[in-house]
Structure formats: structure tokens, C-alpha cells
């Protein structure tokens, strides 16, 4: 929102809604595969019923294109919608598709420092922290990955979004890695939800390998890399493939990046505190930059066409069930480049690793048995 004082005055306008004129026009020439058509029929259902759904689907997808139906439904009815992500990264990336999909109506993009903070719009692409803002403003909410920091764990987030309802509206959740609790809901019945078990190219999700690192620290603290990752990192740049390789904190990257730096000099870092942040992951996405370190900041909602990727100290407890299988969502997205590798170095294996590859595993496996992958 920005800062805000005890002093400061609050203004809520209590008058009709701004009239809209622009036509919900939808431009999209995609098409859906089976299992992103039913999703979108029940999100569709949703908005015309003002119900709930969670819709669960592995990373890759394409959550974003079941959306659009929906979202022409409500707009159709002159219906606000707003669709809300935990990170400034998901909404800096979906803002661009949503403005090509739907190009004559009003969207306005809000974050932290954002242009359009005084700006109506129609569609509202936003941080969740921003519908602290609002008040009964929309008839349609989304929360994207409902999963993720900071959504999940703080509950005034989870009111904001509730102040932000009309008392009659829609919401749906977008989630690959649904926490326990909700996963048992979905298994008893208790949440309306819908599975997509398989990416829309009908490729295999890649499977997450784990390879023995040793005292990492220590051979950083000797000023060199890890002989496995430098191995690694090597065959990326021979190869000429981009790669993002995840650190477990911002001081290992730091003391790390001088000596990656020496295998190539255009390699960089990036975390969440980074002023250069949004200009580095763009670097990354037009291949400035053949190698980006960084935090876990970069787990969701950057999606890179052809990469592999690399997690040092995947032991840490910071890599979470739900980050190793984000992380490992990375990869392979793009129909032209499917498959990819993904690394889990480590001095020691944890639950969370392997918990991480075996739902990979059982999403692979359910979506080849109901027949959405090819191989």
C-alpha cells in the first residue's frame, strides 16, 4: 500500500461503482487441452453460481489459460475482477498476458511503488498486500498460488482478501503444492476443487535427481565451488543452456557469486532486497544472462522457455516440500522444450526431497494412467 501513518486519512468512496464502456473483448487463440477445459468449465460454473473452487495443478499447467473463460464470463457481466499473488514476480508476469488477452478493458497492475495505484480498472491484477485497499470492490476474486509466503501464513492477508469480496461474489484458488490440511479437505470433499494432474503439451513433468555435494560450506569458505555444481554449471554454459541455480541464503549466494562469476562474468545473483531485481530476471528472460543465482524468491511464477535447474543445500529446511517441487516446476514448461534437468545437491537427504520427487512422481503417474501425457 505504501506507508501509512496513525494520521493519515483513510478515504473510502461509498457512491456507484465508475461507469465502465470498454468491450470485454477476448483475444486468445490458444486452445485448451481436455483436462484445462474442464477446469475452465468449472471456473466458468463458479462465476455463474458466485461458489468457490480450488483448482490443483501441477506446475506448468497452464493455470493462467483456464482462467480466461472465467474471467470473459464476469467481465461479460460487468462484472470487477481481480486476480491477487503473494509475489510482485507472478504479477509483473501475468500482466503483459492479461493486457494482450483482454486488450479493451481497463486493467490496472498494482505492487509496491506501482504507477497505477490511483487507476480504475476493470481487471485488477495486484500483490495481495494491495486489497488492503478494498472494500466489497469485486465480484470475482483469484488467488494465485494460495500456497505461498506470505498468503499462507498471515491471516490479516487472508482477511484483506475477504474485505475485498462483494458479499455475493466468486473465488478461486490456483495451487500446485496444496498443504496437507487442504489436500485432506479435497480428499474428503469438503473443498470444491478440480485436478490437473498433467502439463498442457502432454509432456512428463521432469523428475528431480539428487546428487551428493559434500561440506559445501566448507569449500566455500576455501573460495571455490563444490566440484559437482562447478561440474554442472560447466556443461550448462558449454551447452549454451540457461540455468537458475538456488541458494538457501543471501550470504552463501554473496560469497558465491565472485566465483561463478570467474567461469563467466556475465552470471548474476538476485534476491528479494535486490534494487536490480526486475531488470535481472528480464535479462534472464531475453539470454543476457545464461546463469542466474538466487533465493528461493525466484521458486514461482518466472517461467523460462528452455532452462535447467540446480539447488545447492537442498538439505536446508528453508527447501520445503512445496519449494522443491516449485523449483522443479521450472523446468520443461515450454512445449518446444520439454524436458530438462533438475539437481538437488545436497549433503544429506531430507524428507522434503523426497517427498518432493515422489508427488512429481504420482502426478506423472495419474496423469499417464487417465491418459493426458504421451509418454
Same mark, same amino acid.
Given at each position: 500500500?505504501?506507508r501509512v501513518s496513525e494520521c493519515t486519512p483513510l478515504i473510502t468512496w461509498t457512491g456507484p461503482s465508475p461507469?465502465?464502456?470498454?468491450?470485454?473483448?477476448?483475444?486468445?487463440?490458444?486452445?485448451?487441452?481436455?483436462?484445462?477445459?474442464?477446469? !475452465?468449465?468449472?471456473?466458468?460454473?463458479?462465476?455463474? &453460481?458466485?461458489?468457490?473452487? $480450488?483448482?490443483?495443478?501441477?506446475?506448468?499447467?497452464?493455470?493462467?489459460?483456464?482462467?480466461?473463460?472465467?474471467?470473459?464470463?464476469?467481465?461479460?457481466?460487468?462484472?470487477?475482477?481481480?486476480? %491477487? =499473488?503473494?509475489?510482485?514476480?507472478?504479477?509483473?508476469?501475468?500482466?503483459?498476458?492479461?493486457?494482450?488477452?483482454?486488450?479493451?478493458? !481497463?486493467? @490496472?497492475?498494482?505492487?509496491?511503488? !506501482?504507477?497505477?495505484?490511483?487507476? *480504475?480498472?476493470?481487471?485488477?491484477?495486484?500483490?495481495?498486500?494491495?486489497?488492503?485497499? *478494498?472494500?466489497?470492490?469485486?465480484?470475482?476474486?483469484?488467488?494465485?498460488?494460495?500456497?505461498?509466503?506470505?498468503?499462507? *501464513?498471515?491471516?490479516?492477508?487472508?482477511?484483506? #482478501?475477504?474485505?475485498?469480496?462483494?458479499?455475493?461474489? /466468486?473465488?478461486? *484458488?490456483? @495451487? /500446485?503444492?496444496?498443504?496437507?490440511?487442504?489436500? &485432506?479437505?479435497?480428499?474428503?470433499?469438503?473443498?470444491?476443487?478440480?485436478?490437473?494432474? %498433467?502439463?498442457?503439451?502432454?509432456?512428463?513433468?521432469?523428475?528431480?535427481?539428487?546428487?551428493?555435494?559434500?561440506?559445501?560450506?566448507?569449500?566455500?569458505?576455501?573460495?571455490?565451488?563444490?566440484?559437482? $555444481?562447478?561440474?554442472?554449471?560447466?556443461?550448462?554454459?558449454?551447452?549454451? &543452456?540457461?540455468?537458475?541455480?538456488?541458494?538457501? !541464503? #543471501?550470504?552463501?549466494?554473496?560469497?558465491?557469486?565472485?566465483?561463478?562469476?570467474?567461469?563467466?562474468? #556475465?552470471?548474476?545473483?538476485?534476491? =528479494?532486497?535486490?534494487?536490480? +531485481?526486475?531488470?535481472?530476471v528480464q535479462k534472464m528472460r531475453i539470454q543476457e544472462i545464461p546463469i542466474l543465482l538466487t533465493t528461493t524468491i525466484l521458486e514461482?511464477?518466472?517461467?523460462?522457455?528452455?532452462?535447467?535447474?540446480?539447488?545447492?543445500? =537442498?538439505?536446508?529446511?528453508?527447501? @520445503?516440500?512445496?519449494?522443491?517441487?516449485?523449483?522443479?516446476?521450472?523446468?520443461?514448461?515450454?512445449?518446444?522444450?520439454? +524436458?530438462?534437468?533438475? #539437481?538437488?545437491?545436497? &549433503?544429506?537427504? @531430507?524428507?522434503?526431497?523426497?517427498? =518432493?520427487?515422489?508427488?512429481?512422481?504420482?502426478?506423472?503417474?495419474?496423469?499417464?494412467?487417465?491418459?493426458?501425457?504421451?509418454?
Amino acid at each position: 500500500m505504501g506507508r501509512v501513518s496513525e494520521c493519515t486519512p483513510l478515504i473510502t468512496w461509498t457512491g456507484p461503482s465508475p461507469a465502465t464502456h470498454d468491450q470485454p473483448f477476448f483475444d486468445w487463440q490458444g486452445t485448451l487441452s481436455q483436462a484445462q477445459h474442464e477446469a !475452465s468449465n468449472r471456473v466458468v460454473e463458479a462465476v455463474r &453460481k458466485n461458489d468457490n473452487l $480450488l483448482v490443483w495443478a501441477v506446475c506448468g499447467a497452464g493455470k493462467t489459460e483456464v482462467l480466461f473463460e472465467g474471467i470473459h464470463e464476469a467481465l461479460t457481466q460487468n462484472k470487477r475482477v481481480c486476480i %491477487a =499473488a503473494p509475489r510482485t514476480d507472478v504479477v509483473l508476469e501475468l500482466s503483459p498476458r492479461l493486457q494482450k488477452v483482454f486488450p479493451h478493458t !481497463s486493467i @490496472t497492475t498494482l505492487f509496491g511503488g !506501482s504507477e497505477d495505484r490511483h487507476e *480504475y480498472g476493470q481487471l485488477v491484477l495486484s500483490t495481495t498486500h494491495q486489497l488492503y485497499r *478494498y472494500q466489497h470492490a469485486f465480484d470475482f476474486i483469484i488467488i494465485d498460488e494460495v500456497d505461498a509466503f506470505p498468503y499462507s *501464513y498471515d491471516t490479516s492477508l487472508q482477511f484483506a #482478501v475477504d474485505k475485498a469480496r462483494k458479499p455475493e461474489s /466468486a473465488i478461486v *484458488y490456483l @495451487t /500446485a503444492t496444496p498443504d496437507s490440511l487442504t489436500q &485432506k479437505k479435497c480428499t474428503s470433499g469438503k473443498q470444491n476443487h478440480i485436478r490437473i494432474p %498433467a502439463r498442457y503439451h502432454r509432456h512428463p513433468i521432469p523428475m528431480p535427481r539428487l546428487a551428493w555435494c559434500g561440506n559445501w560450506e566448507k569449500t566455500f569458505e576455501k573460495h571455490k565451488i563444490p566440484s559437482p $555444481l562447478k561440474k554442472w554449471t560447466l556443461q550448462r554454459l558449454q551447452q549454451n &543452456k540457461q540455468a537458475l541455480i538456488f541458494f538457501p !541464503s #543471501v550470504k552463501v549466494m554473496e560469497k558465491a557469486l565472485p566465483l561463478f562469476q570467474k567461469l563467466n562474468p #556475465v552470471i548474476e545473483s538476485v534476491h =528479494a532486497e535486490d534494487n536490480d +531485481r526486475k531488470e535481472k530476471v528480464q535479462k534472464m528472460r531475453i539470454q543476457e544472462i545464461p546463469i542466474l543465482l538466487t533465493t528461493t524468491i525466484l521458486e514461482r511464477g518466472v517461467t523460462i522457455p528452455n532452462m535447467d535447474v540446480a539447488v545447492l543445500g =537442498a538439505e536446508d529446511q528453508i527447501f @520445503t516440500e512445496s519449494a522443491l517441487i516449485q523449483i522443479a516446476g521450472r523446468v520443461g514448461r515450454s512445449a518446444d522444450h520439454p +524436458r530438462g534437468d533438475v #539437481v538437488y545437491f545436497h &549433503k544429506g537427504r @531430507t524428507k522434503a526431497m523426497i517427498y =518432493a520427487g515422489l508427488q512429481i512422481f504420482m502426478m506423472n503417474k495419474e496423469a499417464a494412467k487417465i491418459g493426458l501425457i504421451n509418454e
